[in-house]
């Protein structure tokens, strides 16, 4: 009789949890479609966490991830779906991963993760982030490679968003890769390439005028021109 008293006991605790686990699941169901009505990003955080812990899912993980990622929390993010390269990662991960490695300053991690991305969806954006990232490592003949797919197939529509001055601006995608270029080139021979360079980056200037960087990196090689000059000159 104990035995049985014990086992309706237990059977009626899993149906209470279960019916408790029910209502919570559609209280925060509800909660993170307001939530996402109102544009409560704190409060969509909040829900995703609570609706995964109390249902875990690969999906649910990705998406609470993907949102740390846009609001900039690259750590929680991180740390929400890991860093490793995985085969298995959804794209919404692997674009997770990528984005948040590049953003806390792990270029080699990011390069392969956005290596991933483009062995999955071949483009000139994410050629871009591979150009940009190998320079930053010194790969000069894997950044040439995605610089040259670049120029190929950057589109006229396609723009590139930069944020060194304290107005954001945007320049046409192949303007950009153009910049890279002559970074690429001057990096090969930073003495015999910066007339090169410069070259590159004038041409660059006429197809985005308002590319402010070009401005300032083309400032800062003629000032290392003048130094070699000036050192040849002292020498002599």
Do not use: W
């Not at 192949?174 to 090969?188: D, E, G």
């Not at 402010?212 to 130094?227: N, P, Y």
Request: proline share 3%; net charge neutral; hydrophobic share 40%.
């Amino acid at each position: 009789m104990k035995n049985l008293f014990g086992l309706v006991l237990l059977t009626c605790s899993f149906m209470l949890n279960a019916q408790t686990n029910s209502e919570l699941l559609k209280h925060y169901e509800a909660y993170y479609k307001q939530m996402k009505e109102q544009g409560d990003m704190q409060g969509i955080v909040n829900a995703m966490t609570h609706l995964n812990l109390l249902n875990p899912s690969v999906a649910r993980k990705d998406t609470l991830a993907y949102i740390y990622m846009s609001e900039g929390k690259y750590i929680q993010a991180l740390n929400t779906i890991g860093y490793e390269r995985n085969n298995t990662d959804s794209d919404i991960a692997v674009e997770v991963k990528a984005v948040s490695l590049k953003a806390v300053k792990q270029p080699e991690l990011a390069i392969g993760l956005f290596e991933e991305m483009f062995k999955r969806n071949p483009n000139a954006l994410i050629a871009y982030e591979l150009a940009e990232l190998t320079l930053q490592t010194q790969k000069l003949a894997e950044a040439e490679k995605h610089i040259a797919y670049g120029l190929a197939n950057s589109k006229d529509d396609m723009k590139k968003a930069f944020y060194e001055s304290q107005q954001p601006y945007e320049v046409p995608l192949k303007s950009a890769f153009m910049y890279l270029n002559a970074l690429s080139i001057y990096n090969k021979d930073k003495k015999a390439n910066i007339d090169a360079a410069v070259d590159i980056l004038d041409a660059a200037l006429k197809t985005a005028p308002n590319f402010g960087l070009i401005q300032l990196t083309k400032t800062e090689l003629l000032r290392q021109k003048q130094a070699l000059l000036q050192a040849t000159t002292s020498k002599n």
